[in-house]
């Protein structure tokens, strides 16, 4: 049985969790949306709600008071009715007569004070004895037939308003009783100077009236001012913000300006009129100037520490250049002169040549980096990215046999507005990247593709991947990968920077997906949005006049989007081939 029940128990349990997480979760998202209210929201709430409350304290005190002195007139009048059952007074001067024990006057003239004296309508007494009422009535207005009002007229009560009746105390004061037939009235018991005892009560009819109209126009003035309130408390607090507003506007322009990179001029100030020290407001906006006018000391200082490194490494680069080749001018011409000299010679040589060409473009991509930096204008022109990625795609078969390169380019041209020297390299170096990290028999891919307003190019290879921890640095300069992805010809670990360096100088960017299997980077370049040059219109015409030329083109296979096994012509005239073939 217990094994049973533990099955129960446990999903009972797990129930009652899921349920404590969904009311935590509930009462969190309301916590972050009383929190997400404006400061003049919450202002003019809790000024609106603080004056409700006053309000509300002030009706209810005076609802109450107002009640308990109604509740004393009509107490009073049902004093001066009792009184009027002791009989008539005897004229000043004149002694009060003995009560007599056993008066003869029968129970309807002993009610008749209901009806007479002047007694107002709706009053009700009854004869008590021997605690018990013998009768009851109430003063009604007699209407004659033809509906005009006469002189009250006693009307006996009904035994439901004589048994709640008798639960009134018969003590001498005042109580309130609900009748079912007449309502609630203020009851009190009187004892007449013939030991006769009686209940005497008037209606609260006029009292709950009274109290009850007062409660709506408190309440109906309440709302009114509440209204009143939120609309001139809402102007008067945008009023009192407004400096702070002025405030936040700043510090919003200051948060779009581009501060991580280039010369930044930090010239957004609070007012001087918002920066009153004796305000509230004043005081943070003073703070925000101070803070500013740190930040752009730090900014000046940076910019200037920036631009005498970048002038550091441009200048050695282009001085190294010249050293650089005669190191490796005297070297191969030593290495090929008529002396004789050793194997070990000839080896340290050869060494020379190649750790000094190594030397030669880790000095050039320095150089290169720097002036991108630097901000140099680039040669922009229209530039189709189909032929330019033919190009490198055949270079790269070239360079690595290898590897399985294959295109996946489009119908129509690729147009850009760019500097083709400098996208050439960064397509060249994307391709080498992918060559010299992945194993061979690895499947490169080149595609451009256009989406939406940019026209993207895709290196895509299915090779181990990109190490996690080298994933969100692989862009920046120096930074290397494991032994499985590390150059062994070599590697200045510039070649991924320079390429984010060049997207982001032509207004794009560049992005990188890996994952074991899949590597792509994807080069977002703004889409050419103008007519087609002549150039592009007499592609076809060109390819046909290259193919009545004797020597053989290079060209790419339609149908598997690889390319051919043919030897390389010149690159101008693979590019226009390639264009052709694609257009047919």
Known sequence: MSGRQQPHQQRQRQGQGQGQGQNRKQRQ????????????????????????VVCAVIGTVTAIALRSHLYEQLDTKI???AERADGPKPPAGLPVPVPSRTSTLTTDE??????????????????????????????????????????MEAVTLSKADLAALAQVPRDGTAHSVTLPDLGEYRVT??????????????????????????????VSVTAAGLLAAGVAGSVLVGVALRPLRKVAATATRVSELPLHTGEVTLDERVPESETDAHTEVGQVGTALNRMLDHVHSALHARQQSETRVRQFVADASHELRTPLASIRGYAELTRRGGEEIGPDTRHALGRIESESGRMTLLVEDLLLLARLDAGRPLQVEQTDLVPLVVDTISDARAAGRDHNWRLDLPDEPALVSADTARLQQVLVNLLANARTHTPPGTTVTARVQRRGPWMCVDVEDDGQGIPAELLPRVFERFARGDSSRSRTSGSTGLGLAIVQAVATAHGGDVTVDSVPGRTVFTVHLPAFAGPLSSLDRQLPSLAGQLRSLDRPLPSLDRATNRSTDRPSDSQARHSATTRVQQGA
């Open 29 to 52: 998202r309301q916590r972050r949306e009383r929190r997400s209210r404006t400061l003049r929201t919450r202002l003019v709430v809790s000024a609106v709600a603080l004056i409700a």
């Open 110 to 151: 002993k009610l008749m004070f209901v009806t007479r004296g002047g007694s107002p309508e709706k009053t009700i007494g009854a004869v008590v004895r021997n605690g018990t009422i013998v009768k009851g009535v109430v003063a009604e207005l007699a209407r004659s037939s033809t509906g005009r009002q006469q002189d």
């Open 189 to 218: 018991s009187h004892t007449n100077r013939y030991d006769d005892t009686f209940y005497v009560g008037l209606p609260t009819e006029s009292v709950t009236s009274t109290v009850n109209t007062l409660i709506l126009v408190e």
């Open 79 to 81: 004093e001066d009715v």
